[in-house]
């Protein structure tokens, strides 16, 4: 028999929240940055700089080996995160290092972040059902303000960022650390993200839900979570 689940880890990007459209991303990174962009450099730059490595997701096409090292441990401290995509942003022919930047820093806006419609209302009936819960997510930067623009906040017991606690997922390490800060063994816990890293967690011993990501503002199917934690 199965042990009940007293806390949900949830992942951060594609679990709980979207990041702005791609084309968004690029006109307000261009304004930013006064960077001229008539229709036809916009059409030739998104699909560019999207291949390249956009923070927020695809991954790269291809990462020059220049970069190699620096984007596989961009999510372990924040410099290189942002040595890591800026660099590749900066391999598109015609971006300057003020475009690169711009459009780097969109990612640390939360308003340039879109929560899904269920998320906060699942958190919030864990949160009366007195289950335990934390954001364990790989990155290079603080997700805290984020968290506060969507009314998230409160609504966590912990907030386990890698570049924090120096180990990302899949490493085991930052599963364990999870639970531990929750005060609950992995057997009682259940993981809830959109990719193989995530469902790692079931190497601790937690159980699994992967829900692949949803496009922005879409319902996300995050209920499941709460039929899994029903008593």
Not at 11 to 38: C, I, N
């Amino acid at each position: 028999m199965r042990l009940p689940i007293d806390a949900v880890l949830f992942d951060f990007h594609g679990t709980l929240m979207q990041v702005e459209a791609a084309e968004d991303w690029l006109r307000g990174g261009a304004r930013t940055a006064g960077y001229p962009l008539p229709e036809a450099e916009f059409e030739r730059l998104l699909p560019a700089l999207v291949a390249a490595g956009r923070a927020g997701g695809p991954l790269p096409a291809h990462v020059p080996d220049e970069y190699a090292r620096l984007f596989a441990e961009r999510d372990l401290s924040m410099e290189q995160h942002r040595g890591a995509y800026t660099g590749l942003l900066s391999t598109v022919d015609g971006v300057t290092p003020e475009l690169a930047t711009a459009l780097y820093e969109r990612l640390l806006d939360p308003t340039t972040w879109i929560a899904y419609p269920d998320a906060a209302p699942v958190l919030a009936e864990l949160r009366l059902r007195g289950i335990r819960t934390a954001m364990i997510s790989n990155i290079g930067f603080d997700l805290r303000p984020m968290l506060a623009a969507s009314g998230f906040a409160g609504l966590f017991d912990e907030v386990v960022l890698s570049y924090e606690v120096g180990a990302q997922k899949p490493d085991p390490k930052i599963f364990r650390l999870s639970c531990d800060r929750l005060g609950v063994e992995p057997e009682r816990a259940l993981m809830v993200g959109d990719t193989a890293a995530d469902g790692a967690a079931v190497v601790v011993g937690c159980r699994s839900l992967l829900l692949p990501a949803s496009p922005v503002g879409q319902v996300h199917g995050l209920d499941a979570v709460l039929q899994l934690t029903t008593r």
